[in-house]
T-cell receptor, first 116, second 115 residues
């Protein structure tokens, strides 16, 4: 596709259930980010993948959160034993690889997660 | 540690007025400073960006002013329009040396332009 694709666009889950959120980055982009945005709030960094380097997981809020990126392309963010405070919009972004002109991050539309 | 501090948190401007959003950064190695615009229900999108070799960059009604010594940069929206109402995020990254580094975002400013 032409842009970053996230699925599902909306997810309602019961407290305690696990959820998986998917991100398809722009083809050829080596950098991929996950952010969380609560209603009316800023962007909370979660995790960053760059090529084959070890991911920067410094933003993951607890060990219930994990993410992987398979084959340097699709990424999945998994939240285990969801809690109501996990309700937010989860945004994925990708950007091109190395090069001084290639830092622009392209965002997907986000997945709105509601934990009831 | 918040490496990019953005203010104000919200801003209300009358149509035709000037909107000014400020950001300050801590890492002197940062060398790329983009601004993103986000409309409700959408992901943020790049609006304008600047590198520290210039003090100002203008694109249409949008201008970034950059003060390297003060480690500050700001977004000015001239002749603000209701259609500019959105959340604006500043960001910074280290982008030299052929490597791609993580963008660090400010917390955002909700701009409302009244008609």
């Amino acid at each position: 596709g032409a842009g970053v694709s996230q699925s599902p666009s909306n997810k309602v889950t019961e407290k305690g259930k696990d959820v998986e959120l998917r991100c398809d980055p722009i083809s050829g982009h080596t950098a991929l980010y996950w952010y969380r945005q609560s209603l009316g709030q800023g962007l909370e960094f979660l995790i960053y993948f760059q090529g084959n380097s070890a991911p920067d997981k410094s933003g993951l809020p607890s060990d219930r959160f994990s993410a992987e990126r398979t084959g340097g392309s699709v990424s999945t963010l998994t939240i285990q034993r969801t809690q109501q405070e996990d309700s937010a919009v989860y945004l994925c972004a990708s950007s091109p690889g190395s090069g001084s002109q290639n830092t622009e991050a392209f965002f997907g539309q986000g997945t709105r997660l509601t934990v009831v | 540690q918040q490496q990019v501090k953005q203010s104000p948190q919200s801003l209300i401007v009358q149509k035709g007025g000037i909107s000014i959003i400020n950001c300050a950064y801590e890492n002197t190695a940062f060398d790329y400073f983009p601004w993103y615009q986000q409309f409700p229900g959408k992901g943020p999108a790049l609006l304008i960006a600047i590198r520290p070799d210039v003090s100002e960059k203008k694109e249409g009604r949008f201008t970034i002013s950059f003060n390297k010594s003060a480690k500050q940069f700001s977004l000015h929206i001239m002749d603000s329009q209701p259609g500019d109402s959105a959340t604006y995020f500043c960001a910074a990254t280290l982008n030299s040396g052929g490597s791609n580094y993580k963008l660090t975002f400010g917390k955002g400013t909700l701009l409302t332009v009244n008609p």
